[in-house]
């Protein structure tokens, strides 16, 4: 079965930018997308397409592919910030999904 | 404003049949694939279906192939989620969630909590 790969944590201090990994055979043909969550919450989409910032989303994230990786990038991460993130994407067919394990951001 | 209410969670014993519902309000509906996502206790996300927006298209995660199956009511605008044989391993929130459309609209529920226990 397919998989996504994520770091199972990142680390920064407020104010430095964290970023955070996805990896995937299919990545280079089928879009990823982020999402946030918090506990006891729903999670929340952040990127989608790659590299698409959803309105109401801060300009702070940002997204970006190359090959089989990709990146989900948050600029100046402020202590909201601290969550876990997970990759999605589909497989080579687009026939079937999966999401990374996902990444814990802690903001030290 | 955008809802999706899931309901139908609860506890069951294992190898017994669940349905899980999802009642969708203030977007259309019948245009959107929807999916389901369960999270286990303290777990990741793990994507479970997914159905057309006609519901003529479904597929599953292998592990619960052939134990669940996915549908649609597009006149109720309800979702929903048979659940046979479960087994302790389907332990989780389970939530409803619309495809991303291409400008980048996404939404959950709030989650319902399947407990597999004897």
């Known amino acids: 079965s397919y998989e996504l790969t994520q770091p199972p944590s990142v680390s920064v201090s407020p104010g430095q930018t964290a970023r955070i990994t996805c990896s995937g055979d299919?990545?280079?043909?089928?879009?990823a997308y982020w999402y946030q969550q918090k506990p006891g919450q729903a999670p929340v989409l952040v990127i989608y397409?790659?590299?698409e910032t959803p309105s109401g989303i801060p300009e702070r994230f940002s997204g970006s592919s190359s090959g089989t990786t990709v990146t989900l990038t948050i600029s100046g991460v402020q202590a909201e910030d601290e969550a876990d993130y997970y990759c999605?994407?589909?497989?080579?067919?687009?026939?079937?999904?999966?999401f990374g394990g996902g990444t814990k951001l802690t903001v030290l | 404003q955008v809802q999706l209410v899931e309901s139908g969670g609860g506890v069951v014993q294992p190898g017994r049949s669940l349905r899980l519902s999802c009642a969708a309000s203030g977007f259309a509906f019948s245009s959107s694939g929807m999916f389901w996502v369960r999270q286990a206790p303290g777990k990741g996300l793990e994507w479970v279906a997914v159905i057309s927006y006609d519901g003529s298209n479904q597929n599953y995660a292998d592990s619960v192939k052939g134990r669940f199956t996915i549908s649609r009511d597009n006149s109720k605008n309800t979702l929903y989620l048979q659940m046979n044989s479960l087994r302790a391993e389907d332990t989780a929130v389970y939530y409803c969630e619309t495809a991303v459309t291409t400008q980048g609209k996404n939404y959950w529920g709030q989650g319902t909590l399947v407990t597999v226990s004897s």
């Open positions: 999605q994407s589909a497989d080579n067919s687009g026939t079937f999904w999966v």
């Open positions: 299919a990545l280079a043909k089928q879009y």
């Open positions: 397409k790659d590299t």
